[in-house]
């Protein structure tokens, strides 16, 4: 449990440092990017499966924090 909250957090913070967008929330942003980056991974972009960690593929997450990163920062921007 504690090993995919660590993978998470590095995933979502992956995805930020990527996107150059800060998430919000810090570590807690991170990891919720991270699983919801994950679930969005796995669900639209199964195919790519790639290296696993913690639980999680590293590939489809990190793809689905990025996309998941985009649409917040677009919302946020629109606010």
Do not use: H
Request: aromatic share 10%.
């Amino acid at each position: 449990m504690i090993w995919s909250l660590i993978v998470g957090g590095v995933l979502g913070w992956l995805a930020g440092l990527i996107m150059g967008k800060d998430i919000p929330g810090g570590i807690i942003g991170n990891i919720i990017a991270g699983f919801l980056g994950s679930w969005i991974g796995n669900q639209f972009l199964s195919g790519l499966g790639g290296p696993e960690m913690g639980g999680f593929y590293v590939i489809p997450t990190l793809l689905g924090a990025i996309i998941l990163i985009a649409i917040v920062s677009f919302i946020m921007k629109k606010r």
